[in-house]
């Protein structure tokens, strides 16, 4: 089955810095990469999301890139504002079982004014 | 506005109680799903739905059960059986199960015992 990994597990930054998130994930045949970020007490809402037939995807400050030989996929936050602090989590669909996404364990981000 | 509706927004359980958790959609959603999430943790899967009138379970359905009767609806009913329900319980829905579709969440149920 599929098997994601996501590192850091926290990740302090200053406000105006980037952030990055990387996921490595088992199943080559995995075509789907969500990104989520969940804000206290709410759940997760999707932020973008990237497919395996492109490597990368951007929307205004926020970015993926796919790695498919390498099989990870990272989510980049430019210019970071206080509003950017949550949880993020990525996400692949195991080929077995495509609606099953496989989650990783979550990034705490914390930008410091 | 279409979404995901789950209610309530905090729970208390007592003793050898059950009960149940309500989560509705207005996204004409085929897919539905339950997750758990603990303190700091990720999300693990209860169970899920892929079409009205089917269920099946997930990695962790035991001490939990569920129904699928209308397209919109899915409760989630957390048993005596289930020791440790302590939780943020969180409802997904996805328009379809094949493929590559992204799963929309609500925004979650708190769950403590009493």
């Known amino acids: 089955g599929e098997n994601v990994e996501q590192h850091p597990s926290t990740l302090s930054v200053q406000e105006g810095d980037s952030a990055v998130i990387k996921c490595t994930y088992s199943?080559?045949?995995?075509?789907?990469f969500p990104w989520y970020k969940q804000e206290l007490g709410k759940g997760p809402q999707l932020i973008i999301d990237?497919?395996?037939?492109?490597g990368e995807k951007k929307d205004q400050r926020i970015a993926v890139t796919l790695n498919k030989t390498a099989k990870h996929f990272s989510l980049h936050i430019t210019e970071t504002q206080p509003e950017d602090s949550a949880v993020y989590f990525c996400?692949?669909?195991?080929?077995?079982?495509?609606?099953?996404?496989?989650f990783g364990a979550g990034t705490q981000v914390v930008v410091t004014p | 506005d279409g979404g995901i509706t789950q209610s309530p927004k905090y729970l208390f359980r007592k003793e050898g109680q059950n009960v149940t958790l309500s989560c509705e959609q207005n996204l004409n959603h085929d897919a539905m799903y339950w997750y758990r999430q603990d303190p700091g943790q990720g999300l693990r899967l209860i169970y899920y739905?892929?079409?009205?009138?089917?269920?099946q379970k997930g990695d962790i359905a035991e001490g939990y059960s569920v129904s699928r009767e209308k397209k919109e609806s899915f409760p989630l009913t957390v048993t005596s059986a289930q020791k440790n329900p302590t939780a943020f319980y969180l409802c997904a829905s996805s328009i379809a199960w094949e493929g590559n579709q992204p799963q929309h969440f609500g925004d979650g149920t708190r769950l403590s015992i009493l």
């Open positions: 990237i497919r395996s037939n492109v």
């Open positions: 996400a692949a669909n195991p080929t077995d079982s495509w609606g099953k996404f496989q």
């Open positions: 739905s892929q079409i009205v009138n089917d269920f």
């Open positions: 199943d080559s045949a995995s075509n789907y």
